[in-house]
């Protein structure tokens, strides 16, 4: 049980995670609190959703005609990335079962869904990703990973495991929703959340470099020797990638549209050459490839990073 976060705090979260966040215009002040009369909270765990649909954020901010939006606090697009869409209540679980939610709240093993008893809305936020959810649509390897980071990020603002984290098909009878495996993805998130970071809802931090988020030089070294060739939008390093790029872009050296999936691309590393070329450097020192000293400036530079080697 706890507190949901602000909006500020959920934004610093996600982003801390290494998610680039984008922000549906509204999205701070839409719920479903004022008109149902019920407060959002206490919360619980997150809950992750299909949309069973392509290019559906406007649908989850508005809602259908038989049932008002926003419908989740976040829609994760196959190509377009994060975006905040709600912030409180919002109908995106619907009438759950309570011993499944009991489970979530103490990080039990969930029970089998044979009822809908209680209200999720109050006390799960919510994911949808954009994906028709037939089993042969397939979530591509960047979305999926931010869909972890997005649990995780929550995970981690809250204090809570990967046990905090179910399905809509786990909580409410008839439910198909995601199609991919929610012990995988657990499992996933897991993996994320033993991720050292800094903590970005601690308030007594305060906003200086000891509390910026950390790019590991060799992970990112590592993820453009060989993003680039693989298949496009390859994922080696989501965090430490979406940081730097943010930085390039920033700075004027990236195209924006190239910035937040994750990969660590060709055009990410000539756009990070240029940066080299920038400093001073030619040749084989200005092949794209991170180095240490001109990493740490890109992030002192952009205010955004620090770097560990
Ligand atoms: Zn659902």
């Keep these: 049980m706890a507190t949901p976060l602000s909006a500020e705090k959920t934004l610093?979260?996600?982003?801390?995670?290494?998610?680039a966040v984008h922000e549906h215009t509204g999205w701070?002040?839409?719920?479903?609190?004022?008109?149902?009369?019920?407060?959002?909270?206490?919360?619980?765990?997150?809950?992750?959703?299909?949309t069973a649909g392509?290019?559906?954020?406007?649908?989850?901010?508005?809602?259908?005609s038989d049932l008002p939006g926003p419908l989740c606090h976040s829609?994760?697009?196959?190509?377009?990335?994060?975006?905040?869409?709600?912030?409180?209540?919002?109908?995106?679980?619907g009438a759950v079962d309570l011993d499944v939610l009991n489970a979530l709240r103490e990080e039990k093993s969930l029970p089998h869904d044979n009822q809908a008893n209680a209200d999720g809305?109050?006390?799960?936020?919510?994911?949808?990703?954009?994906?028709?959810?037939?089993?042969?649509?397939?979530?591509?390897?960047?979305?999926?990973?931010?869909?972890?980071?997005?649990a995780a990020a929550?995970?981690?603002a809250h204090g809570w495991s990967e046990k905090s984290v179910a399905g809509h098909k786990e909580v409410q009878p008839g439910k198909i929703d995601p199609s991919f495996d929610m012990d995988d993805f657990r499992a996933d998130v897991k993996k994320q959340l033993?991720?050292?970071?800094?903590?970005p809802s601690k308030p007594s931090k305060p906003s200086g470099s000891a509390s910026k988020p950390r790019v590991d030089l060799s992970r990112l070294i590592a993820a453009a020797k060989s993003d680039p060739g693989r298949k496009q939008g390859h994922v080696s390093y989501m965090a430490g990638t979406n940081l730097t790029e943010a930085a390039l872009v920033k700075l004027g050296y990236l195209a924006k549209t190239y910035a937040g999936d994750g990969s660590f691309g060709s055009t990410t590393v000539a756009a990070y050459a240029k940066w080299q070329h920038h400093l001073g450097y030619t040749g084989t020192?200005?092949?794209?490839?991170?180095?240490?000293?001109s990493l740490s400036r890109l992030g002192d530079r952009s205010g955004l990073f620090t770097v560990v080697a």
């Design 121 to 150: 809305n109050d006390c799960l936020y919510g994911l949808e990703i954009e994906n028709l959810g037939n089993g042969k649509d397939p979530y591509p390897d960047a979305q999926y990973r931010q869909a972890v980071l997005w």
């Design 154 to 156: 929550l995970c981690r």
């Design 28 to 50: 701070k002040t839409h719920n479903r609190d004022s008109e149902t009369g019920k407060t959002f909270g206490p919360v619980i765990g997150v809950l992750i959703h299909h």
């Design 194 to 199: 033993a991720v050292t970071k800094t903590a």
């Design 285 to 293: 020192d200005a092949n794209g490839i991170p180095g240490k000293i």
């Design 54 to 64: 392509h290019g559906d954020k406007e649908i989850c901010y508005n809602g259908r």
């Design 75 to 93: 829609w994760l697009g196959k190509t377009d990335g994060l975006w905040m869409i709600g912030h409180g209540r919002a109908n995106h679980a």
């Design 12 to 19: 610093a979260a996600l982003k801390a995670e290494g998610l």
